[in-house]
């Protein structure tokens, strides 16, 4: 009812990825600009890349059925 009551986290903005405290609205999830940019270093260092899995076909057991 009090829009003055903001100072509590709200509930939606869920839990921190990086600290596990309660996100705020204005980073969420995130609870603070400091866990933001930890998430965002986290990307540009390749944290969260997924594998290149460069498939090395190494599959000649199969082609050689000779016997
Ligand atoms: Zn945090």
């Not at 999830?29 to 594998?51: E, H």
């Amino acid at each position: 009812m009090d829009p003055a009551n903001e100072n509590k986290p709200l509930a939606s903005a869920g839990k921190c990825p990086i600290c596990g405290k309660p996100g705020t609205m204005e980073y969420k999830p995130f609870c603070s600009k400091r866990c933001a940019d930890v998430d965002l270093n986290r990307w540009l260092s390749g944290t969260y890349a997924i594998p290149a899995v460069d498939d090395p076909e190494d599959r000649d057991d199969a082609t050689e059925e000779s016997q």
